[in-house]
């Protein structure tokens, strides 16, 4: 995924009703950039961080600008623009970077299914295979050397989970894809000391057939590349 056009650079100053962050401009002005992500983003928004945002030409924009990335002070960039997930995991799909997820020759996005009223991301279907529900989660947090998710408790999870497991006793595969925005992690695992319901809720999950999966991601301000998979640990 390229941006099409290049980001710029700012300094965090702080994030603030979830959606907005202050950031200073090169010249010394403050601006407001829009903020797509409605995480927690520890250890992503730390002020004095260098930023890098985008820049929208839609004149009906109250905040045209669009905070894409973060480089941290230890040097590691971290996507946190959370609507990318879902694109960049069609792309490892399409580019044949899971091999796990490969024979498949149609991709839909956004496809209701469930019993809980649920959209998944990405349905896979193909001449050959059961129909494969795949469900992303943007991972952004390290902590000690380990990439975790989520960042914060989340009920809306727990719903996916659960309907991920009935699509396996239906007789159709159900994935739940780590898609990793940040340089520094190289490994993925539930975060029992964040939210352990939805730790326990995974491993269940595992134990009925769930597919866990994780890829990579190389990142600039120039773009995010889909890279290899990593690994995903059940617990650490």
Known sequence: ????????????????????ADVTLDN????????????????????????????????????????????????????????????????AIEQGVLDALGGYDRIQREVRYGEENSRIDLLLSGNHNPLCYVEVKSCTLLQQQQGYFPDA???????????????????????????????GIDSVSPADHIDPAYATLCREAMDKGVEFLAVGTEISPQGITVMGSLPVKPRV
């Open 1 to 20: 995924m390229k941006y099409p056009q290049p980001l710029q650079s700012a300094t965090l100053i702080k994030r603030y009703k979830r959606f907005l």
């Open 28 to 91: 010394g002005d403050v601006m407001t950039l829009h903020c797509a992500n409605t995480g927690a983003m520890t250890g992503c928004a730390e002020p004095g961080d260098t930023v890098w945002y985008s820049t929208s030409n839609n004149p009906k924009r109250k905040y045209p600008c669009s905070w894409e990335l973060t480089q941290t002070r230890d040097g590691h960039f971290i996507g946190i623009n959370t609507a990318t997930a879902n694109t960049l995991a069609a792309e």
């Open 153 to 183: 408790v989340t009920t809306r999870g727990q719903k996916h989970l659960r309907e991920l497991m009935q699509m396996v006793d239906q007789g159709h595969r159900a994935v739940l894809l780590f898609l990793v925005q940040h340089s």
